[in-house]
Nanobody, 113 residues
Framework: QVQLVESGGGLVQAGGSLRLSCAAS????????MGWYRQAPGKQRELIAM???????LYDDSVKGRFTISRDNAKNTVYLQLDSLKPEDTAAYYC???????WGQGTQVTVSS
């Protein structure tokens, strides 16, 4: 049974930083495409960063240069470093794996101005 468990969210002032973690279990993690999504109230869930199957990293323009995705295959964990946070980054952040698709429960990030 695949499980994805996010952690690391919280309340931070604009300009601050957070590090999100997603611990995976029940799957072969190494080489697996993994993505971070977010969903703000009243908006659709959007992909913001991901590792492709080949290990390439992709970022949405809204976070490029501020957020960094990384992974530790020994710990079956993917991370998202959030720097230079803005109030518009406030959202629930979700970890996702593909084929088959699984989602974590999400972790809330709130950025105050």
């Amino acid at each position: 049974q695949v499980q994805l468990v996010e952690s690391g969210g919280g309340l931070v002032q604009a300009g601050g930083s957070l590090r999100l973690s997603c611990a995976a279990s029940g799957m072969i993690f190494s080489g697996k495409a993994m993505g971070w999504y977010r969903q703000a109230p009243g908006k659709q869930r959007e992909l913001i960063a991901m590792f492709t199957n080949s290990g390439k990293t992709l970022y949405d323009d809204s976070v490029k240069g501020r957020f960094t995705i990384s992974r530790d295959n020994a710990k079956n964990t993917v991370y998202l470093q959030l720097d230079s946070l803005k109030p518009e980054d406030t959202a629930a952040y979700y970890c996702h794996t593909y084929n088959p698709d699984y989602w974590g429960q999400g972790t809330q990030v709130t950025v105050s101005s």
